[in-house]
């Protein structure tokens, strides 16, 4: 699984650190809430959404088929317990998505009420509320308060509870062989019984679930392993400061020497690099975006 389009989406969150928050303006330009700073911040790397919306709220947006759900272990499980510390080591990656019940009273069924993106191993970034704007803390920040934790995941397995472009197409592909789904794509007991009935035709383990080897059988993933160019940034200015955010004013935390590389995210005045797992920052004044050797 490449998570590139994951570390570039967190890159672009991280690149609107600063902006205001507002509901009634979140689809503005440089303005967000929590739903619609994750929401743009992966359609901005070409991402789709559906199930409510181009930019849907955050208690749509777990549901996305485009995300693989690591925790808990079913859709339907989402709110029914609030996880922590142990819950969010689980989604460490950049891009990865925390779900959280904020608020206590909340009416919602499966209790979500905001969403942060995680920016690398330690931090998180998101919409936080009117008095903070779009900002970072750390990874931890919400324990006790996790409904789901999700990644970027757009070849893994279909399952229950899922909605989405890629849950229709597969209703459409399994109509085309004699099914007889509604296509809504919405993953629920109909579609796994049409899951079931096509492996068992093909001698596939009949999970209910459109795992690899069935969206393979279905022609709707390619069989070939395609290598994806990766870029990096190469340091060109002699002694370039590495920072942790995008601008002058934010603390340098290493310094990169000419010729050194880092693998690259995406962004525009300041070029986000990975660093020991975690995104820093220089300016690109002084470094260019590579293919990688």
Not at 21 to 29: F, L
Not at 40 to 64: C, F, I, L, T
Not at 220 to 241: H, M, Q
Request: aromatic share 8%; hydrophobic share 35%.
């Amino acid at each position: 699984m490449n998570n590139r389009i994951a570390a570039d989406a967190a890159a672009w969150a991280l690149s609107k650190v600063g902006c205001p928050y507002s509901q009634e303006k979140r689809n503005q330009d440089d303005v967000f809430d929590c739903s619609s700073l994750v929401a743009r911040a992966y359609a901005a790397q070409g991402k789709r959404w559906r199930y409510g919306g181009s930019v849907p709220r955050s208690n749509q947006e777990v549901y996305d088929d485009d995300f693989e759900l690591l925790w808990p272990e079913t859709y339907s499980e989402i709110g029914k317990k609030l996880g922590g510390t142990d819950v969010l080591e689980r989604a460490n990656h950049p891009g990865d998505l925390q779900f959280l019940c904020t608020d206590s009273g909340t009416s919602r069924a499966n209790r979500i009420t905001h969403v942060a993106m995680v920016a690398d191993a330690k931090n998180i970034v998101h919409a936080r509320g009117k008095a903070y704007g779009v900002c970072v803390n750390r990874i931890s920040h919400y324990a006790g308060k996790v409904c789901a934790v999700a990644r970027f995941n757009p070849e893994g397995t279909l399952r229950t509870g899922m909605k989405g472009w890629r849950t229709l197409a597969l209703q459409q592909k399994l109509n085309t062989l004699g099914a007889s789904l509604e296509t809504d794509g919405e993953y629920g007991n109909t579609t796994a019984g049409a899951v079931k009935a096509f492996q068992h035709a093909r001698n596939l383990p009949t999970t209910g679930e459109a795992d690899l080897a069935t969206l393979e059988a279905l022609g709707l993933v390619s069989t070939d392993s395609e290598s994806e160019a990766k870029n990096v940034v190469r340091i060109i200015g002699d002694t370039v400061n590495v920072r942790c955010g995008p601008g002058t004013n934010y603390e340098s935390i290493a310094i990169a020497h000419k010729g050194d590389t880092f693998p690259a995210v995406a962004a525009a005045d300041w070029q986000p690099v990975l660093l020991s797992g975690e995104i820093r920052w220089v300016s690109k004044k002084y470094a260019n975006l590579e293919l990688a050797k």
